[in-house]
């Protein structure tokens, strides 16, 4: 995990002067901060030379307390995004409220926050039903990968050529489209993770691990036969759910993880309770995922003898489930563990966990579905690891905007059928990709993201020095941030204010707020979400 370094940031005062500061991420190695001061006409001079009115005038807001701002980050405005939040009413608002009543009639709408324009949605601004506009730094639980109604994707929209991959859904497993190869190969292909060159469309996150389950126990089975052919007791018995043709494999999964809620995922999830209450599940294993103690740098003992404790539980567990009958066929991990509580380990443990894996044989999945397609700075969060070989599968979705998973070869499903469903995902979903990827490129997000990430975690570091007794232990890689909150009901009013203030953020664990913006979120969306959150958290001093 990246450690943040000292960045320049700024601020205005009680007394409307424009003061520099150095910001680190620890209070330990806070510097004393080099102050210069500057009249508001000549910091208007400076600025007015790189950024827009509208921008200025986010700058210059003044307010009880420091205003976070930054005269560094050059707002290079794209065509059609906002300028600000602004809102009408508090949220959800009287519209949302009626066609929340309206849904309930039809569904349950316990977990709606409000409706949507999206007609009306712009870049890094979501657009509700009562006309609030609301900078959101949460964007579909980590989806949106380049915005809303980013030009690009409108051109997918519009160019004739790709009218019938709308109007016509294939069953892509056995009719794909005559594009299909190509398509594949211009979008996923060209981000595939090091050593695997195969991949298998989903249409979600759940469905792309539940399937890649599958793809480790088939390959598993087959190792042990030393060939594919099943025998008749095994064709038979699996009919019937008994073994040997529904043998006794397991997956090995950690606390605190999430990876779906369809019934196998459901056997691996561990963040919340209620994702499981009720439902039948697999004996499967579970270890412990390290609790790292922060500011990092003041733990650095404590927190390798914790990993050193988590991945020796994981390779007694993988032993004492051999010796039960039950082995464990693959071990499955996020890079971050998201709704958990966005919870990280070092590149050394994950190495570790890696070794022990190919070690006893186990496949080692990476579930890369909300970490994957750029927001921790490298476009796969397994990339920090340093490894050649990061894993035998890796799954994904959100940004990607398709589901599915990278494979090694040998974890091809050896007949068909067997790895199969009628869609198989979506082929427009590639289309939209292959734009996505090809924005990524021609406007360096990755670099983007590397440079607002360190400014969001300074900043997220700065605010928890300003109010230690309600925030804590920021953290985070590329924008993929979080910071945690005294309690679960004051971080659940902060996201409500917040929300009201015109800042859309989501929860995440216990008591942790997680920050997921796309990655066109830019170092001045970066100050302008500082700025008001700062004024949120004034409330909970």
């Keep these: 995990m990246a450690s943040p370094s000292p960045i320049t940031s700024a601020f205005v005062d009680d007394g409307g002067d424009l003061v520099t500061f150095h910001s680190c991420c620890t209070l330990a190695s806070l510097l004393p901060p080099s102050i210069s001061s500057l009249s508001v006409a000549m910091a208007s001079s400076l600025m007015g030379c790189q950024l827009p009115l509208s921008l200025q005038k986010v700058l210059r807001l ?51 926050n409000f409706f949507c324009n999206y007609e009306e949605s ?9 006309g609030n506009r609301m900078l959101d730094v949460y964007t579909q639980i980590s989806s949106i990968p380049i915005g809303y109604n980013h030009p690009a ?76 052919l099943p025998s008749e007791q095994e064709l038979s018995s699996c009919m019937i759910n008994k073994g040997p043709g529904c043998p006794e494999l397991t997956m090995l999964s950690f606390m605190g993880g999430f990876h779906g809620r369809t019934m196998g995922c459901l056997a691996t999830t561990h963040s919340k309770s209620i994702h499981k209450l009720d439902v039948p599940t697999f004996d ?11 500011p990092l740098d003041q733990f650095t003992r404590e927190n390798a003898a914790e990993e050193a404790r988590c991945l020796e539980e994981v390779e007694d567990l993988i032993v004492k489930w051999r010796q039960k009958g039950k082995p464990v066929a693959g071990i499955v991990v996020e890079p971050i563990q998201a709704e958990g509580g966005d919870n990280h380990a070092s590149a050394d443990f994950f190495r570790g966990l890696r070794n022990i894996a190919r070690k006893h044989g186990s496949a080692f999945l990476v579930d890369e ?14 990339e920090h690891w340093g490894l050649d070989d990061p894993g035998d599968i890796v799954s994904f979705s959100k940004k990607l905007l398709t589901g599915g998973f990278f494979h090694k070869f040998e974890f091809q499903a050896d007949q068909p059928y067997r790895i199969f469903n009628t869609w198989m995902g979506d082929p427009t979903k590639n289309l939209f990709l292959c734009e996505v990827l090809d924005v990524i490129r021609r406007e360096n997000l990755l670099d983007e993201v590397t440079r607002s990430g360190k400014t969001l975690l300074n900043g997220l570091c700065e605010l928890q020095t300003r109010f230690p007794g309600v925030l804590s232990a920021a953290r985070g890689q590329g924008t993929f941030c979080a910071i945690d909150v005294c309690d679960e009901t004051t ?8 929300r009201n203030k015109g800042i859309l953020l989501g929860g995440c664990g216990d008591r942790s707020i997680r920050f997921r913006p796309s990655l066109v979120f830019k170092e001045y969306h970066v100050h302008l979400f500082l700025n008001i959150f700062n004024d949120v958290m004034t409330q909970f001093k």
């Design 122 to 130: 712009r870049g890094n601004y979501l657009v509700d039903v009562d």
């Design 284 to 294: 499967w294993p579970i270890a412990r995922f390290p609790k790292l103690q922060y």
């Design 369 to 382: 579905v909300q970490t994957g397609g750029g927001a921790t700075g490298k476009f796969w969060a397994h």
């Design 62 to 112: 003044s307010a009880a307390g420091c205003r976070f701002s930054s005269k560094a980050a050059p707002k290079t405005q794209v065509d059609f995004e906002y300028d600000g939040p602004s809102m009408k009413t508090t949220v959800p608002g009287p519209r949302s409220q009626e066609l929340t009543k309206q849904l309930g009639g039809i569904q349950n709408v316990a977990a709606v």
């Design 491 to 498: 971080r659940n009013k902060i996201l409500t204010a917040a």
């Design 153 to 228: 994707l409108h051109k997918v929209i519009t160019n004739p050529s790709n009218m019938s991959a709308f109007v016509n859904r294939p069953a892509l497993g056995i009719l794909p489209p005559e594009s299909f190869p190509d398509k594949l190969t211009e979008s996923l292909l060209s981000v595939a993770p090091a050593g695997m060159s195969r991949v298998q469309t989903m249409a979600c996150g759940s469905c792309s691990n539940e399937n890649a389950y599958k793809a480790i126990f088939i390959w598993y089975r087959n190792k042990e036969r030393g060939h594919n």
